[in-house]
């Protein structure tokens, strides 16, 4: 079997795991895979693979070896993803509540199928944080969170 990364499939059934979630994926939320060059803005955004920082990675990635084969056929990767929320006022309490519903919505989606449609082995929320700003358009709030994944390389 030759070795390839299960990273790309995991991206892809994250973005789709969002995108068919009752309560994230519609009109009101727009869930974008990675950065765009799109002009579509929206008050609510999921991103997965991006979180908008220039300096940061959008996923890495561990090999392992796995039994005494000693061949590289486990990966271990976090996938980073952001939820941004933009008001348009200053209620920033308001932005806030509502990034970590969609928050807690995207931790049901990853629940539901830990094994991202069979892209990974398990999949899990590992760490998050939380930035505010006031900006032109009113008050926003992202939250940044990881999603820690095991997997078997493979076909």
Same mark, same amino acid.
């Given at each position: 079997?030759?070795? +390839?990364?299960? /990273?790309?499939?995991? #991206?892809?059934?994250? $973005?789709?795991?969002? &995108?068919?979630?009752? =309560?994230?994926?519609?009109?009101?939320?727009?869930?974008?895979?990675?950065?765009?060059?799109?002009?579509?803005?929206?008050?609510?955004?999921?991103?997965?693979?991006?979180?908008?920082?220039?300096?940061?990675?959008?996923?890495? +990635?561990?090999? /392992?070896?796995?039994? #005494?084969?000693?061949? $590289?056929?486990?990966? &271990?990767?976090?996938? =980073?993803?952001?939820?941004?929320?933009?008001?348009?006022?200053?209620?920033?309490?308001?932005?806030?509540?509502?990034?970590?519903?969609?928050?807690?919505?995207?931790?049901?989606?990853?629940?539901?199928?830990?094994?991202?449609?069979?892209?990974?082995?398990?999949?899990?929320?590992?760490?998050?944080?939380?930035?505010?700003?006031?900006?032109?358009?009113?008050?926003?709030?992202?939250?940044?969170?990881?999603?820690?994944?095991?997997?078997?390389?493979?076909?």
């Amino acid at each position: 079997m030759p070795w +390839s990364s299960k /990273l790309p499939a995991a #991206l892809d059934a994250l $973005v789709v795991a969002f &995108q068919g979630w009752p =309560r994230i994926g519609g009109d009101k939320v727009i869930v974008k895979d990675g950065p765009s060059t799109s002009q579509t803005t929206g008050m609510e955004v999921v991103s997965v693979g991006w979180t908008g920082g220039d300096d940061e990675n959008g996923a890495e +990635s561990t090999l /392992l070896t796995e039994g #005494l084969s000693g061949q $590289v056929d486990r990966e &271990q990767f976090t996938i =980073r993803c952001v939820i941004a929320v933009l008001r348009g006022s200053d209620d920033m309490a308001s932005a806030r509540k509502r990034a970590y519903e969609l928050f807690s919505e995207a931790g049901a989606a990853i629940a539901a199928d830990r094994r991202l449609g069979g892209a990974v082995m398990r999949a899990m929320i590992s760490s998050h944080s939380l930035d505010q700003a006031q900006t032109q358009q009113g008050a926003q709030a992202s939250v940044m969170f990881d999603v820690s994944c095991d997997a078997y390389s493979g076909t």
